[in-house]
Protein backbone atom coordinates (compact mmCIF):
# COMPACT_ATOMS: atom_id res chain seq x y z
CA UNK A 1 0.00 0.00 0.00
CA UNK A 2 2.85 2.22 0.90
CA UNK A 3 3.87 2.36 -2.75
CA UNK A 4 0.69 2.69 -4.73
CA UNK A 5 -0.22 5.94 -1.56
CA UNK A 6 3.64 7.51 -2.64
CA UNK A 7 2.91 7.88 -6.43
CA UNK A 8 -0.38 8.73 -6.22
CA UNK A 9 0.30 11.54 -3.56
CA UNK A 10 3.02 12.96 -5.87
CA UNK A 11 1.52 13.08 -9.16
CA UNK A 12 -1.84 14.80 -7.23
CA UNK A 13 0.66 17.07 -5.88
CA UNK A 14 2.06 18.01 -9.58
CA UNK A 15 -1.62 17.80 -10.78
CA UNK A 16 -2.37 20.56 -8.42
CA UNK A 17 0.71 22.31 -8.59
CA UNK A 18 -0.03 22.69 -12.75
CA UNK A 19 -3.76 23.97 -12.09
CA UNK A 20 -2.45 26.68 -10.07
CA UNK A 21 0.47 28.06 -12.60
CA UNK A 22 -2.77 27.85 -15.03
CA UNK A 23 -5.01 29.14 -13.27
CA UNK A 24 -2.44 32.70 -12.43
CA UNK A 25 -1.65 32.90 -16.23
CA UNK A 26 -5.79 33.08 -16.61
CA UNK A 27 -6.18 35.54 -13.90
CA UNK A 28 -3.68 37.78 -14.95
CA UNK A 29 -4.46 40.90 -16.84
CA UNK A 30 -3.43 41.13 -20.17
CA UNK A 31 -0.66 43.63 -20.99
CA UNK A 32 -2.93 46.73 -23.28
CA UNK A 33 -0.48 47.65 -25.88
CA UNK A 34 -3.12 50.31 -26.67
CA UNK A 35 -3.14 51.74 -23.16
CA UNK A 36 -2.91 55.46 -24.46
CA UNK A 37 -4.56 55.07 -28.01
CA UNK A 38 -8.20 56.18 -26.36
CA UNK A 39 -11.10 56.55 -29.12
CA UNK A 40 -11.14 60.44 -30.04
CA UNK A 41 -14.63 61.86 -31.12
CA UNK A 42 -13.60 62.42 -34.55
CA UNK A 43 -12.14 58.97 -35.01
CA UNK A 44 -15.41 57.33 -35.46
CA UNK A 45 -17.42 60.62 -36.84
CA UNK A 46 -18.97 59.53 -40.32
CA UNK A 47 -18.90 63.06 -41.36
CA UNK A 48 -14.83 63.77 -41.25
CA UNK A 49 -13.75 63.00 -44.51
CA UNK A 50 -10.02 62.53 -43.80
CA UNK A 51 -8.14 62.68 -47.67
CA UNK A 52 -10.14 66.05 -48.79
CA UNK A 53 -7.49 68.21 -48.79
CA UNK A 54 -8.16 72.48 -48.54
CA UNK A 55 -7.18 74.49 -51.27
CA UNK A 56 -4.76 77.05 -50.66
CA UNK A 57 -7.24 80.59 -50.92
CA UNK A 58 -5.35 83.34 -49.77
CA UNK A 59 -8.89 85.39 -49.93
CA UNK A 60 -10.30 83.22 -46.80
CA UNK A 61 -6.90 83.95 -44.65
CA UNK A 62 -3.86 81.30 -45.91
CA UNK A 63 -1.27 83.43 -45.60
CA UNK A 64 2.42 82.33 -44.78
CA UNK A 65 4.02 83.85 -41.59
CA UNK A 66 5.20 87.39 -42.44
CA UNK A 67 2.84 87.75 -45.55
CA UNK A 68 5.87 86.24 -48.30
CA UNK A 69 8.13 83.67 -49.21
CA UNK A 70 11.69 84.67 -47.49
CA UNK A 71 13.41 82.99 -50.52
CA UNK A 72 13.15 82.96 -54.43
CA UNK A 73 12.76 78.99 -55.54
CA UNK A 74 13.12 78.56 -59.28
CA UNK A 75 13.17 75.63 -61.33
CA UNK A 76 14.47 75.57 -64.99
CA UNK A 77 13.52 72.48 -67.88
CA UNK A 78 15.13 71.75 -71.19
CA UNK A 79 13.12 71.05 -73.64
CA UNK A 80 13.42 69.57 -77.07
CA UNK A 81 14.25 71.67 -80.52
CA UNK A 82 11.37 70.28 -82.11
CA UNK A 83 9.14 71.25 -79.12
CA UNK A 84 9.91 75.11 -79.87
CA UNK A 85 7.09 75.66 -82.24
CA UNK A 86 4.66 74.51 -80.05
CA UNK A 87 6.07 76.28 -76.44
CA UNK A 88 6.17 79.67 -78.46
CA UNK A 89 2.33 79.38 -79.48
CA UNK A 90 1.12 77.95 -76.30
CA UNK A 91 3.41 80.23 -74.00
CA UNK A 92 0.84 83.54 -73.00
CA UNK A 93 -1.76 80.60 -72.01
CA UNK A 94 1.00 79.16 -69.94
CA UNK A 95 2.27 82.51 -68.20
CA UNK A 96 -1.37 83.78 -67.64
CA UNK A 97 -2.15 80.59 -65.56
CA UNK A 98 1.26 80.42 -63.56
CA UNK A 99 0.87 84.63 -63.14
CA UNK A 100 -3.04 83.99 -61.58
CA UNK A 101 -1.20 81.73 -58.85
CA UNK A 102 1.42 84.43 -58.47
CA UNK A 103 4.37 82.19 -60.18
CA UNK A 104 6.63 84.28 -62.97
CA UNK A 105 7.92 81.87 -66.21
CA UNK A 106 10.20 82.39 -68.80
CA UNK A 107 11.09 80.77 -72.02
CA UNK A 108 14.53 80.86 -73.35
CA UNK A 109 14.30 79.59 -76.94
CA UNK A 110 18.21 80.46 -77.26
CA UNK A 111 19.13 77.83 -74.21
CA UNK A 112 15.92 75.73 -75.10
CA UNK A 113 14.99 76.22 -71.43
CA UNK A 114 11.84 77.21 -69.55
CA UNK A 115 11.79 78.54 -65.92
CA UNK A 116 9.29 78.72 -63.38
CA UNK A 117 10.22 80.64 -60.22
CA UNK A 118 8.18 82.30 -57.59
CA UNK A 119 7.57 86.07 -56.63
CA UNK A 120 6.38 88.32 -54.17
CA UNK A 121 3.09 87.69 -54.66
CA UNK A 122 3.86 83.96 -54.54
CA UNK A 123 1.44 83.05 -51.34
CA UNK A 124 1.02 79.35 -51.77
CA UNK A 125 4.49 78.06 -50.84
CA UNK A 126 3.73 74.11 -52.85
CA UNK A 127 2.67 75.74 -55.90
CA UNK A 128 6.09 76.47 -57.13
CA UNK A 129 6.61 72.71 -57.31
CA UNK A 130 3.64 71.97 -59.04
CA UNK A 131 4.28 75.10 -61.60
CA UNK A 132 7.75 72.95 -62.32
CA UNK A 133 5.95 69.36 -62.63
CA UNK A 134 4.14 71.93 -65.42
CA UNK A 135 7.16 72.64 -67.33
CA UNK A 136 8.15 69.06 -66.85
CA UNK A 137 5.37 67.70 -68.73
CA UNK A 138 5.30 70.79 -71.30
CA UNK A 139 8.88 69.60 -72.54
CA UNK A 140 7.70 66.11 -72.51
CA UNK A 141 5.34 66.25 -75.36
CA UNK A 142 2.41 66.89 -73.27
CA UNK A 143 0.10 69.35 -74.42
CA UNK A 144 -0.54 72.82 -72.28
CA UNK A 145 -4.22 72.31 -71.40
CA UNK A 146 -3.46 69.20 -70.02
CA UNK A 147 -0.29 69.75 -68.32
CA UNK A 148 -1.97 73.40 -66.48
CA UNK A 149 -4.42 70.81 -64.64
CA UNK A 150 -1.87 70.08 -62.37
CA UNK A 151 -2.10 73.16 -60.79
CA UNK A 152 -5.19 72.13 -59.50
CA UNK A 153 -5.05 70.63 -55.51
CA UNK A 154 -6.51 67.66 -57.08
CA UNK A 155 -4.55 66.58 -59.67
CA UNK A 156 -0.70 65.30 -59.04
CA UNK A 157 1.60 63.79 -61.81
CA UNK A 158 4.26 61.27 -62.11
CA UNK A 159 6.64 60.94 -65.09
CA UNK A 160 7.12 57.35 -64.80
CA UNK A 161 10.76 56.11 -66.67
CA UNK A 162 10.44 53.28 -68.95
CA UNK A 163 13.53 53.10 -70.98
CA UNK A 164 15.48 50.40 -68.50
CA UNK A 165 12.73 48.09 -68.52
CA UNK A 166 13.65 46.19 -71.73
CA UNK A 167 16.92 45.18 -72.56
CA UNK A 168 15.96 44.68 -76.69
CA UNK A 169 15.66 48.33 -77.81
CA UNK A 170 12.91 46.90 -81.09
CA UNK A 171 10.80 45.26 -78.08
CA UNK A 172 10.81 48.31 -75.99
CA UNK A 173 9.86 50.59 -79.31
CA UNK A 174 7.07 47.92 -80.05
CA UNK A 175 5.50 48.54 -76.65
CA UNK A 176 6.08 52.05 -76.10
CA UNK A 177 3.90 52.53 -79.11
CA UNK A 178 1.33 50.36 -77.69
CA UNK A 179 1.23 52.91 -74.66
Not at 69 to 74: G, K, P, Y
Not at 133 to 162: F, G, H, T, W, Y
Amino acid sequence: MASIGENDLGDNARNRADDDDNDDKNNRKKKNHNKYRRAKPWDEDPNIDRWKTKPWDQKSGDTLPGGSLLEESSFATLFPKYREKYLRECWPIVTRALDAHGIACELNLVEGSMTVRTTRRTSDPYIVLKARDVIKLLARSMPAPQALKVLNDEVQCDVIKIGGIVRNKERFVKRRQRL
